[in-house]
């Protein structure tokens, strides 16, 4: 069992790392904090962490560094969730205060995330399928071209392009969202996609002009629905890698393979336990069977609108937990409370 006196020697080299990348020894400890012993006792505390397998030497020198399992102990339980700063907290208002769909909000919800914490962050797309679809807007480009837009209630805004060849006036554009509307308005996103479904297997004998250039618009609203229906991420702040390459042990190539992918990382932020407050960490080996043992997530929960996902950031395992926890969740709470106001106010 390791002692109250050794927990915080390992808070201590634990911190002191994060800030210099540097091992840290006895000595440093007793110039930096004030633990009112010698550096011969320090040392003996060092040797038992040693033993526990929280702490490691990197090479001959005397400092050490921290574990995977160091930074667990850390987290769980010397790592205090310190309050933002002001600037901070201006940051986080500045850059997600104002009007803008859910895709909008998100993506400024990433960009205020790396830019607080300096690592690669990631925000989950609440599930939609029990959403209800409120609107269906059509408007035709010309050139058989249908802008096709199917809103939630949730602030889900979709918009994509259907190329139907045909020119509809109103009365035809007019029948066509009237169909559209009576199949999905009012219901959730899984029950109208299953009765979108169901009308597009009637519809499949079809063969003039204007009922295949109907079926073409309901299929693109299909698409559009389960898609609404998939997890999804938005992260910004890959580059942030690169400028941190020497914090990895191994190459950061698998961690930018599962950027690219997102799949590992959905997987990943899913399996992840949280505790009483909605915050979550996986660190390190933890992150083995996902091929991330380079990199640890910190994660919070947020609601959007009765269903919950995360928000969170990842990085080297050599990162300071207590900021970034505090960054995550103040975000979260945030991002909560806009979802919250905008629903309300609908």
């Given at each position: ?6 927990l ?42 040693e ?29 205090e ?5 002001a600037a ?50 059509l408007?035709?480009l ?23 060849r ?17 199949l ?8 109208g ?36 229906r ?14 941190r ?35 979550s ?63 309300s106010?609908?």
């Amino acid at each position: 069992m390791v002692s109250e006196r050794g927990l915080q020697v390992l808070r201590a080299i634990v911190e002191d790392y994060v800030d210099t990348r540097e091992p840290v020894g006895s000595k440093a400890i007793v110039e930096r904090h004030a633990f009112g012993v010698s550096a011969a006792t320090i040392r003996n505390d060092m040797a038992l962490l040693e033993d526990e397998e929280l702490i490691v030497a990197p090479h001959t020198s005397s400092g050490r560094v921290p574990t995977d399992k160091g930074y667990r102990v850390f987290v769980d339980h010397l790592a205090e969730v310190r309050p933002l700063s002001a600037a901070q907290r201006t940051a986080i208002t500045s850059f997600l205060e104002g009007p803008g769909d859910l895709d909008d909000v998100l993506a400024r919800t990433v960009r205020a995330l790396t830019q607080l914490t300096g690592q690669v962050a990631i925000v989950q797309y609440p599930s939609f399928a029990r959403a209800n679809v409120t609107h269906v807007e059509l408007v035709q480009l010309g050139g058989g071209r249908m802008l096709v837009i199917v809103v939630t209630d949730t602030g889900r805004v979709s918009q994509r392009m259907a190329f139907v060849r045909e020119e509809f006036d109103e009365a035809d554009l007019a029948r066509i969202r009237a169909e559209l509307g009576t199949l999905l308005v009012g219901r959730s996103v899984r029950d109208g996609l299953q009765r979108l479904q169901d009308h597009l297997e009637r519809a499949s004998t079809a063969s003039a002009p204007r009922e295949l250039a109907t079926t073409e618009i309901a299929r693109v609203v299909a698409e559009e629905l389960d898609e609404f229906r998939q997890d999804r991420l938005v992260m910004a702040g890959s580059a942030t890698l690169a400028r941190r390459e020497a914090d990895f042990r191994g190459s950061i190539y698998p961690l930018l393979e599962a950027i690219e992918e997102q799949v590992t990382i959905l997987r990943l932020m899913g399996e992840m336990v949280a505790d009483e407050k909605g915050l979550s960490a996986s660190i390190g080996r933890e992150n083995e069977p996902f091929g991330l043992a380079e990199a640890s997530v910190v994660a919070s929960d947020y609601d959007a609108t009765g269903s919950r996902a995360r928000v969170g950031v990842m990085g080297p395992t050599r990162m300071d937990y207590p900021t970034n926890l505090a960054a995550v969740r103040a975000v979260a709470r945030y991002l909560t409370r806009m979802l919250e106001e905008d629903e309300s106010s609908r």
